[in-house]
């Protein structure tokens, strides 16, 4: 197995074991759309956004606080992502 796959089996899991069910809708969706086409920087960028707790995740999405969350291709994504 690759790096990339290791990678990629720790998105999946870490997006959809999240602790809150909105979460885990939101950003498992997101990922299942998604992490198959990403490039090796992107989904470390996406590991290191679901390091981030819950709160500020739903917080950022909702507009309520953009300041937590690194602006990266992977952020645009997620915010511009409708389930």
Do not use: C
């Not at 739903?58 to 602006?71: E, L, S």
């Amino acid at each position: 197995m690759t790096n990339k796959e290791i990678l990629i089996k720790q998105i999946i899991y870490r997006s959809s074991h999240r602790g809150t069910k909105e979460m885990d809708l939101l950003l498992g969706s997101f990922v299942k759309k998604n992490v198959y086409n990403l490039n090796v920087q992107d989904l470390d960028d996406l590991l290191k956004l679901l390091s981030i707790d819950d709160e500020v995740i739903f917080h950022w999405y909702t507009k309520k606080n953009a300041n937590n969350i690194p602006k990266t291709r992977i952020s645009k994504m997620l915010k511009d992502f409708k389930i």
